[in-house]
């Protein structure tokens, strides 16, 4: 952030909010077109050394990053929304906090202080400038069409079983390696939770690359079915391990787990019977697959573009742009010897992909 907006984010009065997740608004009016409101607002972001993640031709959205304990972190995330001259700035927290000691407040004024500074830089010669470069690059016409293209390598068959397969493997050995910690270790909720999901999303991460498959519904629901087993496989291999350890009469899988009910969950020396035993369950469900999902949609997103050179994706979003229907897009690739219906899937999926990434970033 420039000096100078420093100087001035102190002597902000602030205004603070209480919230599950504590937002603040303020709206004025500006003369500006909407062919140039949204170039301005990026000088002015910039300028506040925030992240863009998000724009339209109508809105932008940032996200304000602080480093504390040495990690950095999101700690706001901004949106400002232009109609007819309306422009309405909030900005909400990210945290897990309901009161944001004004932070909101600060961020929104400073960049309507911010925002009125930087249109001050324009004249009538200036904007009018601006608002014909900004649609010469909305339209892409500067973009200069290429002779060749880089050749698409083979595409490899999409084999979701060798997915399937991978993942019924990865749920036995970590159902077998929480077993092992839940009776010769200590177990932390919710800690092992999050390794558990950056584990499956490692390990799937290799095995998308060899199946060479990216349908996020089905990689969905395969994810649902290796955390759900892998939990299942930690119930049963911590039956037979405490058998097998000890000198008891063996009894049935469904009687252990009876006894897992009539036991409950202990926390230090609180027992918190049975309910406690199902929510740490579902806590169990739910905390891996949501750390493993985000991760996995970072992952796909990622390997879907580095299948397709960038200039192929800005050959095929130039013709997009300039209003061609899929099938004439598919022609143009196949003039530029991208003729097999999977390497043009693969571009399609590519593009797909910057807007999905757009999305993950924007998730609060």
């Known amino acids: 952030m420039e000096e100078k907006f420093k100087i001035y984010e102190k002597s902000i009065d602030k205004k603070h909010s209480f ?13 500006l077109s909407k062919t140039v409101f949204i170039p301005i607002v990026e000088k002015t972001i910039v300028k506040l050394g925030w992240d863009i993640v998000f724009k339209n031709e109508n809105s932008i959205e940032a996200k304000r990053k602080d480093k504390a304990l040495g990690f950095e972190q999101w700690t706001e995330a901004i949106t400002i929304t232009f109609d007819h001259g ?9 945290g897990n906090e309901i009161w944001d000691n004004g932070r909101n407040s600060k961020r929104v004024k400073l960049f309507i202080h911010a925002f009125k500074e930087t249109e001050s830089e324009f004249d009538r010669e200036a904007l009018n400038e ?36 991978g993942g019924l493997i990865l749920s036995l050995i970590l159902g ?59 119930q049963y291999f911590q039956y037979e391990i405490i058998l ?12 252990f787990i009876k006894i897992r009910f009539s036991e409950g969950l202990t926390i230090k020396t609180l027992n918190t019977g049975w309910i406690g035993l199902i929510i740490s369950w579902i ?22 573009l580095e299948r397709v050179p960038v200039e192929v994706v800005d050959f095929c979003s130039y013709h997009f742009i300039k209003g061609k229907s ?23 999926e590519a593009i797909g ?8 970033s924007r998730l609060k």
């Open 244 to 255: 097998s350890e000890n000198n008891f009469e063996r009894i049935g899988f469904l009687e």
């Open 283 to 304: 806590l169990q469900l739910v905390l891996t697959y949501y750390v493993a999902y985000l991760r996995l949609l970072s992952i796909i997103t990622t390997y879907q």
């Open 176 to 234: 077998f390696i929480i077993a092992e910690i839940s009776i010769h270790g200590i177990y932390f909720i919710g800690l092992f939770e999050v390794l558990v999901g950056i584990s499956i999303s490692i390990a799937l991460k290799y095995l998308i690359k060899i199946s060479n498959f990216t349908e996020i519904p089905k990689i969905g629901y395969l994810l649902m079915g290796i955390v759900f087993l892998i939990y299942f496989t930690n």
């Open 326 to 348: 899929e099938d004439e897009v598919r022609k143009e690739l196949s003039k530029k010897g991208w003729t097999t219906n999977e390497n043009q899937e693969e571009v399609f």
């Open 86 to 94: 309306n422009v309405k700035v909030k900005s909400e927290s990210l």
């Open 353 to 360: 992909a910057i807007y999905g990434s757009m999305e993950l």
């Open 19 to 31: 919230s599950f997740s504590p937002k603040y608004i303020e709206e004025f009016r500006t003369l």
């Open 130 to 165: 601006l608002e014909q470069e900004t649609q010469k690059k909305n339209n892409w016409d500067d973009y200069i069409i290429p002779e060749n293209l880089p050749h698409p390598v083979e595409s490899k068959k999409k084999n979701f079983s060798i997915l399937v397969l």
